[in-house]
């Protein structure tokens, strides 16, 4: 029994100790020159046929961790500040009116998994290219009511749903140093969930918003931590 608990102790400091050991911190950005996105399908509740319009040259950024595990796998974590919009006409008044819009802001949480297609330890100063898959939640920040018609913008948050879900999927490439972690990658999100209901006569429930950014970061990676060492002395 003693033996069995050494071995056990033994392979978690071990586990510990590679996470510990290999993870990195830094901070993210988009080029908003290739940040698109679409609110889906939305309906007016009069029923009167409505034109609507994507967002595009948006910036948001965060922070990121990563977390690398055997051999090509890693978790990629991330905390965003997302901006996202719904612009939209009555088709009968487009010459008319200034198109009103919806602007919504997340702090976006995604959970990605990485599959790397070189393996690390054989050549870590390499660019290394990887796909990723995962998912997401959003939770609203601030939602607000642009039109023409109104002085200044109304506050429509209460009307929002406060977490949205979505699923996300792309590619990129990585490269390392000693010390600093490069990431460069192109990403599709799609909510899962709709933002709202109903909302100033339009409806957003049958809804999928979508985006499609590419990303740059740069980290640091954490010194090398040996945790048998420490648990050991």
Known sequence: MKMCIIHLFWLLTSILNFAVAQKAIGVKVNNPLFYGGAP???RAVNDEK???E???GIFNAGLFARFPLKKHWAVHTELLLKNERAKYTYTMYKQEMIAPYFAYYYLDVPVLLQYEAREPAINPNAIRPFVQVGF???FLLKANYFSSQLDTEQNVYPYFNKVVFTTQIGGGVLWQTEKLFLLADM???VNLTPVAGIV??????NGRSYTITFSGAIGYKLP???LQKNLTN
Request: glycine fraction near 12%; hydrophobic fraction near 40%; avoid cysteine.
């Open 54 to 56: 994507g967002h595009w």
């Open 136 to 138: 997401s939640p959003k």
């Open 224 to 226: 090398l931590v040996s």
């Open 187 to 189: 990403r599709i999100s």
């Open 200 to 205: 100033r006569g339009i409806d957003f429930s």
């Open 50 to 52: 409505i034109e609507v």
């Open 40 to 42: 889906g399908t939305l």
